[in-house]
């Protein structure tokens, strides 16, 4: 019969797994809670914006929208968990119950895990309107209510399986070094997981790209190639790549640095870059908002009217005018589709 320890400390837990529990503050200790607060506050504030203009624009009433207010919202989330384990971190963690450490784990995991399945839904969408050279996937809003319901179970499961089972509370032998009340086996799990979607991402994005060159390379060669057409290929070219790039170099140092210690490398000194990698990975939380939001005119256009609300206040925003150099500006293809001036 196993024995657990419900009743152990923190520290009892860091001391098994031998990772360091400090009880003063370092001058390490106070650059990365520092880096961390500034990190989480500029995360909050730019998501926060993403989400008020996505509501009060009518114009961003659509899928793809709703999908990326749902992105500001998990990446919002992740701001308020990371911020949460900055003011639960460094000489405070010995001061944490079982119960308190656990929240702040899966704060974390669940916020980190709707972020990435978001940003799938969101590439599988772009594959779609691309492919069909629609402006807008015809997707209901009901179906996307049920999507956007679909990753927050799938976030909230994976957050909260170590607190209710998942752990090494009763099998000190299996616990990691990264999260020492964490079972090695839901790290690996957990990092598979998201490398998966990793894997699926890049094959989605890789096809449009190829699809994309393709298409450009084909219509350069017709003398009633549509400029319009040629710009909005190679913009969406430039957003494949800075996706792509950004995902690579926030996540996977941190999922490799997990599967590591998943599978228990005593020669891998994970714990000397743990801190580092989840920020990389928090950090992402804030290029999402730009990439998916700030390369949109239209969406520039209403964090400008939000900001300068003051300037703008005895003028009424009608978001029926149309501006032939904003996002809807939209380009006739050969098949007879509408393909949209914009970058998501």
């Not at 504030?45 to 999908?67: E, M, Q």
């Not at 590439?123 to 999507?147: C, D, G, P, W, Y």
């Not at 219509?219 to 800075?242: A, G, N």
Request: net charge positive; proline share 2%; glycine share 4%.
């Amino acid at each position: 019969m196993k024995h657990c320890f419900y009743n152990e400390t923190v520290g009892f837990f860091y001391n098994n797994s031998r990772k360091e529990l400090t009880t003063y503050w370092r001058t390490k200790d106070v650059l990365v809670v520092a880096l961390g607060l500034t990190v989480s506050v500029i995360v909050l504030l730019t998501n926060l914006l993403v989400i008020t203009a996505i509501i009060i624009n009518r114009r961003f009433h659509y899928p793809i929208y709703y999908l990326l207010g749902n992105l500001a919202a998990a990446d919002l989330f992740a701001g308020i968990a990371y911020m949460f384990l900055m003011f639960h971190t460094g000489p405070r963690t010995a001061e944490l119950s079982l119960k308190t450490w656990f929240i702040r784990q899966s704060l974390l995991d669940t916020s980190l895990t709707a972020s990435v399945v978001n940003l799938l839904a969101i590439a599988v969408e772009r594959h779609q309107t691309v492919f069909t050279m629609q402006l807008h996937s015809k997707m209901s809003n009901q179906r996307v209510m049920i999507l956007i319901f679909c990753i927050w179970v799938t976030a909230l499961l994976l957050g909260l399986i170590p607190s209710y089972g998942w752990h090494c509370l009763c099998a000190l032998e299996k616990c990691s070094s990264m999260a020492p009340l964490y079972s090695r086996s839901y790290l690996t799990f957990w990092a598979i997981s998201n490398l998966v979607i990793f894997l699926i991402m890049v094959v989605v994005y890789t096809h449009i790209f190829i699809y994309v060159k393709r298409k450009m390379t084909r219509m350069s060669k017709h003398t009633s190639f549509h400029p319009r057409y040629k710009e909005t290929m190679i913009s969406l070219v430039k957003t494949v790549t800075i996706i792509l790039s950004a995902f690579v170099i926030c996540w996977t140092p941190g999922q490799v640095v997990l599967l590591l210690d998943g599978l228990g490398c005593k020669s891998c000194n994970v714990l000397a870059v743990e801190k580092y990698v989840l920020l990389l990975a928090e950090i992402n939380s804030l290029i999402n908002a730009i990439v998916y939001s700030y390369r949109d005119n239209e969406m520039r256009n209403t964090f400008r009217r939000i900001l300068c609300f003051v300037c703008y206040r005895n003028s009424k925003y009608t978001p029926t005018v149309v501006k032939l150099n904003t996002t809807d500006r939209r380009t006739l293809s050969q098949n007879g589709h509408f393909t949209v001036d914009s970058s998501i």
